[in-house]
């Protein structure tokens, strides 16, 4: 097999609020693989830390402002990196936001707000790049799912529905634009030490593990929680030439969770 076929030279890969955690990771992986990164962030304050955590490991990224749930906005912004950086062969939907609040608590402008960013933003990023992906001849569309894709637990009811949602936009982006040579699959982290899920690894005050930690690792056949760089491989693999005829696939990278009933008390 030609070991080029995992290479992202050449390529221009979008990768949404990615000035850290997951698309952090996952782009600069790209970036190793020989891609031209292009990141956004809500803040610019963010988006220049970005660029400048970037800069530290070595990648010239292009960094913008924009707010992934405003069609104006996310079109002004492939505009302008098709003009200044090129085509956006790659698109990594990876902006994303949690609630956690128990459906019956939780207001319905809270649960709006989840299904914006974490639904509407990647169905509107992806019908910003699909039509210079169709003229250029193909292109990829990796979506961040979530084992929440599969599962639900209490106080994540819009979150789940989203993710779930998105599991199924994927899968539709594939079938409706897979003629075109434009592969769309998912990528469904399990838990991952990232921001996101810091207030559920606190130390308790008594210096314990909190609840939900000891719950995890219980969950987890690999006994441990997600590195970001876990899914760096994964991406890269979902980005490059290797995956041309993988097309409506989330590829699951939880460490086992989704296969596991869970070690015993
Ligand atoms: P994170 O640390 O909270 O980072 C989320 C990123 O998205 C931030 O850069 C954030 O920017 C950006 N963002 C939020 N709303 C945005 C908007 N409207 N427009 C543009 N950017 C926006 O989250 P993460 O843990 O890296 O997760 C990244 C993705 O993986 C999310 O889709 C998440 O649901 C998914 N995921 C995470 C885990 C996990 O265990 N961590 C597991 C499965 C799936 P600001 O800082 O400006 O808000
Ligand atoms: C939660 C967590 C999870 C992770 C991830 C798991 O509160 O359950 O935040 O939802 O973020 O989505 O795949």
Redesign the pocket.
């Known amino acids: 097999m030609d070991m080029n076929a995992f290479s992202l030279k050449g390529k221009v890969a979008l990768v ?8 952090f990771a996952i782009a600069s992986a790209m970036a190793d693989a020989g891609a031209t990164i292009v990141f ?4 610019q304050e ?1 988006v220049d830390k970005g660029v400048a955590a970037y800069k530290e490991v070595g990648i010239e990224a292009h960094g913008y402002v ?4 405003s069609e104006d906005a996310v079109n002004e912004l492939v505009a302008k990196v098709e003009q200044e950086v090129g085509v956006i062969d790659i698109l990594v939907n ?5 609630k956690r609040i128990p459906m019956l608590e939780m207001s319905a402008k809270d649960f709006r707000q989840v299904i914006d ?2 639904l509407n ?1 990647p169905f509107i990023v992806a019908k910003a790049v699909i039509p210079s992906m169709i003229k250029k001849g193909g292109g990829k569309i990796i979506n ?1 799912c ?2 929440m894709s599969e599962l639900g637990r209490e106080t994540v009811s819009a979150y789940a529905a989203a993710k779930g949602g998105l599991k199924m936009l994927t899968k539709n982006i594939a079938s409706e634009y897979g003629q075109y040579n434009i592969q769309c699959n998912g990528i469904g ?4 030490a ?4 810091a207030p559920l690894r606190e130390i308790q005050p008594d210096g314990s593990k909190h609840p939900f930690d000891q719950f995890i690792l219980a969950k987890t056949p690999a006994n441990r929680w997600g590195e970001a760089s876990d899914l760096s491989g994964p991406a890269v693999f979902l980005a490059s030439s290797a995956s041309d005829f993988v097309n409506g696939h989330i590829l699951y990278v939880d460490g086992g969770i989704l296969a596991y009933i869970g070690k015993q008390p």
């Open positions: 949404t609020g990615a000035s850290y955690g997951i698309g956004n962030d809500i803040k963010l924009c707010d992934v749930t990876n902006a994303g936001i949690i960013v974490d933003a961040i979530s084992m982290p399990g838990y991952i990232t921001p996101q899920t």
